[in-house]
């Protein structure tokens, strides 16, 4: 049973750039989010993704926008790239039980702005 | 703004002995936390989670602990192993907020032989 896998692995950009990622979520898991880990940080909530939709959003501007596909799987969009958007991007999937639901992680994508 | 705070940026054990990781919240909303465990170039993997009707929660070594009236939880491993280091992050989720997890800044833990 596959894990939640993300692609790239690392990718570099330059600032003004835009970007796509991509995850495929843990078989069986239908909801997935997204989080931004700065160096030294935690993992910060960008968005979540249910059904196709966006059902909550974490304090990141418009720049960030997701899609979800009919087969649960994500991507990550970001425009008008910053320096400061260099990070590690996590993909994590769950199954929309309620609020006792766990996430589960994918490995990243190691993004550099140039 | 942090809600959730992990203090102690590195925690160092010796093997066989036990590792105690603290995580502080300030958001009495929170009903629902997890630790997870992260090695380099790797994505966080789900340890142990507790909800806010509990004060305790075990699965094998690891035990995480709740006291809500001090807004304190914490991860503990018995008996710490060289393999259980890396670095720890608590996350909490506040009720009726879906997947919305918000983390500490993580405590690197070393396990030494």
């Known amino acids: 049973d596959a894990g939640v896998t993300q692609s790239p692995t690392h990718l570099i950009k330059t600032r003004g750039q835009q970007v796509t990622l991509r995850c495929s979520p843990k078989?069986?898991?239908?909801?997935v989010s997204w989080y931004q880990q700065a160096l030294g940080q935690g993992p910060q909530f960008i968005f979540q993704?249910?059904?196709?939709?966006?059902?909550q959003r974490g304090n990141f501007p418009d720049r960030f926008s997701g899609h979800q596909f009919p087969n649960y799987s994500s991507e990550l969009n970001v425009n008008a790239l910053l320096l400061g958007d260099s990070a590690l991007y996590l993909c994590?999937?769950?199954?929309?039980?309620?609020?006792?639901?766990?996430?589960?992680f994918g490995p990243g994508t190691r993004l550099t702005v140039l | 703004d942090q809600q959730v705070k992990q203090n102690s940026p590195s925690l160092s054990v010796q093997e066989g002995r036990i590792s105690i990781l603290n995580c502080d919240y300030t958001n009495s909303m929170f009903d629902y936390f997890l630790w997870y465990k992260k090695y380099p170039a790797e994505g966080p993997t789900f340890l142990i989670s507790i909800s806010s009707i509990k004060d305790k929660n075990e699965d094998g070594r690891f035990t995480v602990f709740l006291n809500k009236s001090a807004k304190h939880l914490s991860l503990h491993i018995v008996p710490s192993q060289p393999g259980d280091s890396a670095v720890y992050f608590c996350?909490?989720?506040?009720?009726?907020?879906?997947?919305?997890?918000?983390f500490g800044q993580g405590t690197e833990l070393s396990v030494k032989p």
């Open positions: 993704y249910y059904e196709e939709e966006e059902r």
């Open positions: 078989s069986g898991h239908d909801t």
């Open positions: 994590a999937s769950s199954a929309d039980r309620g609020n006792t639901d766990t996430q589960y």
């Open positions: 996350a909490a989720r506040r009720n009726n907020q879906g997947g919305k997890l918000i």
